[in-house]
């Protein structure tokens, strides 16, 4: 299938606002993938399909997790903002036959980040914070700091999702944590004066 395909698909499943922000992410990822030497083709793609189950009905989104044979753990069940990453995953693969796990993965994991994460993913969780028509509060900042590394990228970012969550009293995923503390531990053994 084309990139142009792809999109067709996308644009039928959401509204105007939703496709003209994954058309948005999809351009700035594949700016950051040419930055920081990830793949720009998949980098376009991720950002094309990585919300296309965003607007989906729950209970079709819980069906597409299952055929894919994923299990949720509990705090994912109970956290329906974290669903359209994981079934997401699932529907590129379920219903589009993508098999790249670069892909997939970058998709997965765009919404809670986790440890180890790949250039792809890493490019795909900061293009959602900076693309062209974000404008919440801290959106500058997080704009230099894609411009001057992936690791202070990855690390506002991944900070800027948990204090925020911790401030609305919300559950946060594991995976979420794992990926604040792989960045934040580098980050303070390159700085040692930080204690
Ligand atoms: O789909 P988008 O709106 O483009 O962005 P996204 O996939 O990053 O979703 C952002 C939402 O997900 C935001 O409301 C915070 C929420 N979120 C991210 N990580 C976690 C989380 N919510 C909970 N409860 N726990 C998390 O770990
Ligand atoms: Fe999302
Ligand atoms: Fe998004």
Not at 75 to 104: M, N, Y
Not at 145 to 153: F, P, R, Y
Not at 175 to 187: K, L, P, Q, R
Request: proline share 3%; charged share 30%; with cysteine.
């Amino acid at each position: 299938m084309t990139l142009k395909e792809y999109e067709e698909i996308i644009e039928k499943r959401m509204k105007a606002g939703r496709f003209k922000h994954s058309k948005n992410v999809a351009k700035e990822a594949v700016r950051l993938a040419k930055k920081y030497g990830a793949d720009p083709v998949k980098a376009e793609l991720a950002g094309i399909l990585h919300d296309a189950t965003k607007e989906t009905p729950d209970a079709e989104q819980l069906e597409l997790i299952e055929r894919a044979g994923i299990v949720l753990t509990p705090l994912e069940r109970c956290t329906r903002k974290l669903w359209h990453a994981i079934s997401g995953a699932a529907f590129v693969q379920v219903e589009l036959g993508i098999t790249d796990p670069e892909i997939i993965n970058a998709i997965r994991y765009h919404t809670t980040g986790r440890a180890g994460m790949s250039l792809l993913e890493k490019v795909i969780f900061i293009a959602d914070f900076t693309s062209a028509e974000r404008d919440y509060e801290g959106v500058d900042r997080m704009r230099k700091a894609a411009d001057k590394s992936l690791e202070e990228a990855m690390l506002e970012g991944m900070s800027f999702t948990i204090s925020d969550l911790a401030q609305r009293r919300l559950a946060i995923a594991p995976d979420t944590f794992m990926g604040y503390n792989d960045v934040a531990i580098v980050s303070s053994v390159k700085d040692k004066k930080k204690k």
